[in-house]
């Protein structure tokens, strides 16, 4: 091949390579503006529940309850207010803890530590905070990093369903450029691995932000591990 | 002497059912308003001895009303109210100058009297 088309296709090449790599930014940019985009989604998915259904469903109960002081003693009608009143305290209480799974008001008003705090003590199996950036971050690297330690906690926790005595622990390493986040489960004796289930979701939330993810297993626990770059 | 209430909502529907409950409580409710600037505005003009605050409002949030009314002589007791639970708000709700917090759907005049009693 004479010389100049050699050095024709190897040009040809590198402006390929070029604009593959410009290409892929792109891609990358517009994968991690749509998994932000999908999270103020869910915000605004719980805003509106707040404000709309929630405040309805309150204001019903409330009438409901007056109207039962209304009533002078025990009866048919007492009975079917207060049965009506019953249901509509547990359709209230579970309407709340689906706006709190899709989005936790106190990450908007207070930022990842509050947050965090809030979601440990509401975990189902024993955990710990360890370790959490004080410093506000912008609201994308907040939704990320709540998002990633709650899906872990939720992983990891079925791990620990597996093996009581166990307890979770979690740290978000604030590096400058980026956020390491740690969930373990520490179970005396170890526990097998973190179940496939679910891992897919996680691995793609941390991909979406250019960052990435391993499970981690060692002789007193196994957990996941995160790295995820913040603005 | 019963005592002046204000009732800080943004929903018409709340405030009018919160005015109810309060006064077959033995309150007197004094005023109403629907956001955080009216609940300032209507506390420096009423001087009401308990504000009845919602958290979620659409200008500021209830903590930081409740701390501006803190700072005023005679502050009146605030207790904020919430149609999500009081976990929802981790420690903000202690960290507040407030006097306490009633989940929406558990207020009545007496659960406004408690706190305000525990408060002492």
Do not use: N, W
Request: aromatic share 2%.
């Amino acid at each position: 091949m004479p010389a100049l088309a050699v050095v024709g296709a190897a040009l040809l090449v590198e402006r390929r390579t070029a604009a593959l790599r410009a290409e892929l930014v792109e891609v990358r940019a517009s994968r991690a503006r749509i998994a932000s985009a999908a999270d103020d989604a869910r915000r605004e998915a719980e805003r509106v529940l707040h404000d709309g259904a929630q405040q309805r469903l309150l204001s019903v109960a409330l009438v409901l309850r007056m109207a039962r002081a209304q009533l002078p003693g025990p009866g048919r009608g007492a009975d079917l207010l207060e049965e009506a009143a019953a249901e509509l305290a547990a359709a209230l209480g579970e309407l709340r803890e689906l706006a709190r799974g899709m989005y936790p008001v106190l990450l908007t008003d207070a930022g990842l530590g509050p947050a965090l705090a809030a979601l440990v003590e509401r975990s189902t199996v024993p955990a710990e905070l360890v370790e959490v950036p004080r410093r506000r971050l912008s609201r994308a690297d907040e939704q990320a990093c709540y998002f990633v330690v709650s899906d872990a906690l939720a992983l990891t926790a079925g791990a620990l369903d597996r093996a009581p005595g166990g307890r979770v622990r979690i740290v978000v390493r604030d590096r400058g450029g980026r956020m390491d986040v740690e969930v373990t489960a520490r179970v005396p004796g170890g526990v097998p691995e973190v179940p496939r289930a679910g891992l897919g979701g996680l691995e793609d939330r941390v991909a979406a932000r250019g960052g990435t993810l391993r499970t981690t297993s060692s002789a007193d626990g196994v957990g996941v591990r995160a790295v995820l770059p913040c603005g | 002497m019963r005592a002046r209430v204000l009732i800080v909502d943004d929903h018409p529907s709340f405030r009018s059912i919160a005015r109810r409950l309060l006064v077959d409580g033995g309150f007197a409710v004094v005023g109403e308003a629907a956001d955080g600037a009216g609940a300032i505005s209507a506390a420096r003009e009423l001087h009401p001895d308990v504000v009845l605050l919602d958290v979620q409002l659409p200008d500021l949030d209830g903590f930081a009303v409740a701390a501006v009314l803190a700072a005023q002589p005679a502050p009146p007791a605030v207790v904020l109210v919430s149609s999500r639970s009081r976990a929802d708000y981790g420690t903000r709700v202690g960290d507040s100058p407030a006097v306490g917090f009633i989940a929406k759907a558990e207020l009545s005049g007496d659960a406004v009297g408690r706190l305000l009693r525990c408060a002492g």
